[in-house]
């Protein structure tokens, strides 16, 4: 991706992160084995220099939302109902669930009208989803 100013930024700042916050060198004497336990801290800006591209692509690329609320709302009502259902009883069932939920995430996504593409569908003409590109 290219370096655009507040990439640069970031790179500056997660550097700086790293002197502030050095790894913890592991000790042999007390663990002879594995890797020693890191800080939260030490932990995060590692991970935000690995995986800076991802971290940075709703930048680069405006189809890509800033957030992954979409996503965490999108199975939120199947976690929920599992919790307090006890679960699907029947595994096709549950298949059906959540085929119909994942098709009119994708229409609402679409800004597609759901109770018109609901009576079409049952009218045996389902409206397809706008593929993506």
């Known amino acids: 991706m290219p370096c655009t100013p507040h990439r640069r930024r970031a790179r500056q700042l997660v550097a700086r992160g790293q002197r502030e916050n050095p790894p913890q060198a592991r000790d042999p004497a007390l663990d002879p084995r594995g890797k020693t336990k890191q800080s939260f801290a030490c932990n995060l800006l590692a991970r935000l220099r690995r995986y800076a591209d991802q971290v940075w692509r709703f930048i680069a690329d405006h189809r890509v939302p800033f957030d992954n609320?979409?996503?965490?709302?999108?199975?939120?009502?199947?976690?929920?109902?599992?919790?307090?259902?006890?679960?699907?009883?029947v595994a096709q069932g549950f298949q059906a669930f959540c085929t119909i939920r994942s098709y009119l995430a994708t229409l609402r996504k679409q800004r597609r009208k759901l109770f018109s593409a609901l009576i079409r569908n049952f009218s045996g003409c389902p409206p397809s989803p706008i593929p993506a590109e």
């Open 69 to 89: 609320n979409q996503a965490e709302r999108d199975i939120r009502l199947p976690k929920l109902k599992q919790k307090i259902s006890g679960g699907l009883r």
